[in-house]
């Protein structure tokens, strides 16, 4: 039962990690598309990049609960 709960625990911060890096990623455009200053820009650049980097862990990590979810069902089947 302790599995169970830990693989729904990575799936949240797995979510978690997606819903996050993707309002970054929201914010950030918004920014660009509203602010054309230069050094707003790059750090705007840096955001995106961030957002990008956060929804490749997030994505990862589900994946790897996922992973674990169908070693888990072959085991006991």
């Known amino acids: 039962m302790a599995d169970c709960a830990g693989m ?5 911060h797995g979510l978690q990690g997606l819903t ?3 309002d970054r990623l929201d914010r950030a455009a918004a920014s660009i598309a509203r602010d054309t200053e230069s050094d707003r820009l790059a750090s705007n650049a ?3 990049l961030k957002a990008t980097h956060e929804v490749r862990a997030g994505a990862a990590v589900l994946r790897a609960a996922d992973e674990m979810t169908g070693t888990i069902l072959d085991v006991f089947a």
């Not at 729904?8 to 949240?12: E, F, K, T």
């Open 8 to 12: 729904l625990g990575a799936i949240g």
């Open 46 to 48: 840096v955001d995106l």
């Open 20 to 22: 996050s890096g993707f």
